[in-house]
């Protein structure tokens, strides 16, 4: 699947100088992204087995042909003081299986499926989907005032449940399952591109994500698995822009039990703080930029931000 100007699609090292992009070599969109990594090996006694399933944000791609630690080494031992290295006092075996491009009924199908073994292993599994459900959703619309492919973010929310099932009907006791949504990663060039009278590009392409990110956290919900708002992280800013009283990523955040109907109103209703990842403004008014090079995946703060948001979640079991 193919974003108008972008060759790798997605939506999502022990080194510590993770903000260097490693070069991978160049092929096809779809681009297998299977990875190991390993930290603590010698240290502790006991080995905690992480996987994570996705597309290209736990992937770590920043671009063509480009790809850095993800989320999932931040939140298992890159970002140490709540890692869960630290926090049960394990080494990790990291085991990425991702593909980028994938949407949620291909990562179950074609990525799920073929690697029961590690999901069965798995002490931690963490999920990110939809990126490209969304990209197809968008696709029909990017530069002709035509309907929304609302079948995309159904498959979506269906997809995320099939993967979800199955990892909860093979997993062993008490492996802990994380889920995370997506963030919007071209805010402004959105905001700027008309195609349909005065309406703006973000306007027509929002109401969708929003949909898909709802389906996403409460799929997980419904099934006791915690998720792990990326899109308040990422879009919003950690303080209070608009002087309501409401730390803006608060104001934006998903609420457990929340429905689709008020949580898209109240997100469509504060769109105007909704900010491009580029000028992501932290809890202490620095602004910074989480956003990779392709203007689509996170670069590296922004995966050390995701992974900490992970953290956050706790390291409870799911089953």
Same mark, same amino acid.
């Given at each position: =699947?193919?974003?108008? /100007?972008?060759?790798?699609?997605?939506?999502?090292?022990?080194?510590?100088?993770?903000?260097?992009?490693?070069?991978? *070599? +160049?092929?096809?969109?779809?681009?297998?992204?299977?990875?190991?990594?390993? *930290?603590?090996?010698?240290?502790?006694?006991?080995?905690?087995?992480?996987?994570?399933?996705?597309?290209? =944000?736990?992937?770590?791609?920043?671009?063509?042909?480009?790809?850095?630690?993800?989320?999932?080494?931040?939140?298992?031992?890159?970002?140490?003081?709540?890692?869960? =290295?630290?926090?049960?006092?394990? *080494?990790?075996?990291?085991?990425?299986?991702?593909?980028?491009?994938?949407?949620?009924?291909?990562?179950?199908?074609?990525?799920?499926? +073929?690697?029961?073994?590690?999901?069965?292993?798995?002490?931690?599994?963490?999920?990110?989907?939809?990126?490209?459900?969304?990209?197809?959703?968008?696709?029909?619309?990017?530069?002709?005032?035509?309907?929304?492919?609302?079948?995309?973010? +159904?498959?979506?929310?269906?997809?995320?449940?099939?993967?979800?099932?199955?990892?909860?009907?093979?997993?062993?006791?008490?492996?802990?399952?994380?889920?995370?949504?997506?963030?919007?990663?071209?805010?402004? &060039?959105?905001?700027?591109?008309?195609?349909?009278?005065?309406?703006?590009?973000?306007?027509?392409?929002?109401?969708?994500?929003?949909?898909?990110?709802?389906?996403?956290?409460?799929?997980?919900?419904?099934?006791?698995?915690?998720?792990?708002?990326?899109?308040?992280?990422?879009?919003?800013?950690?303080?209070?822009?608009?002087?309501?009283?409401?730390?803006?990523?608060?104001?934006?955040?998903?609420?457990?039990?929340?429905?689709?109907?008020?949580? &898209?109103?109240?997100?469509?209703?504060?769109?105007?703080?909704?900010?491009?990842?580029?000028?992501?403004?932290? *809890?202490?008014?620095?602004?910074? /930029?989480?956003?990779?090079?392709?203007?689509?995946?996170?670069?590296?703060?922004?995966?050390?931000?995701?992974?900490?948001?992970?953290?956050?979640?706790?390291?409870?079991?799911?089953?």
């Amino acid at each position: =699947m193919k974003s108008k /100007n972008l060759l790798i699609v997605a939506l999502a090292t022990s080194a510590a100088t993770a903000s260097v992009c490693s070069r991978v *070599a +160049q092929a096809d969109p779809l681009i297998a992204a299977d990875r190991d990594f390993k *930290a603590g090996q010698g240290e502790y006694a006991q080995t905690w087995v992480s996987v994570h399933l996705g597309d290209s =944000m736990v992937a770590g791609y920043c671009g063509f042909g480009c790809q850095q630690p993800s989320y999932a080494d931040y939140m298992t031992y890159l970002s140490p003081e709540n890692s869960a =290295m630290n926090y049960a006092r394990v *080494a990790i075996d990291g085991r990425i299986r991702a593909q980028s491009g994938f949407t949620a009924s291909e990562i179950y199908l074609k990525t799920v499926l +073929q690697h029961l073994d590690d999901v069965r292993a798995a002490d931690i599994v963490t999920l990110d989907a939809c990126g490209n459900d969304y990209l197809i959703s968008r696709a029909p619309k990017e530069n002709a005032c035509v309907p929304t492919n609302e079948i995309a973010i +159904q498959k979506c929310a269906d997809g995320v449940a099939n993967i979800l099932d199955k990892v909860l009907e093979v997993g062993k006791p008490g492996v802990r399952v994380r889920v995370t949504n997506i963030h919007y990663p071209v805010v402004t &060039k959105d905001r700027a591109k008309k195609v349909c009278d005065s309406e703006s590009n973000f306007d027509r392409f929002l109401p969708s994500l929003v949909e898909g990110n709802w389906y996403t956290c409460e799929v997980a919900r419904q099934r006791g698995i915690p998720c792990a708002d990326t899109f308040a992280l990422v879009n919003a800013a950690d303080i209070d822009t608009n002087g309501d009283g409401i730390v803006d990523s608060e104001q934006l955040a998903w609420i457990p039990g929340e429905s689709l109907e008020s949580y &898209k109103e109240r997100i469509l209703s504060h769109k105007d703080l909704i900010r491009d990842p580029e000028a992501k403004i932290l *809890a202490d008014g620095s602004v910074v /930029n989480i956003i990779g090079p392709d203007h689509l995946h996170l670069n590296a703060l922004g995966h050390k931000l995701v992974g900490e948001l992970h953290q956050k979640l706790g390291w409870d079991s799911t089953k």
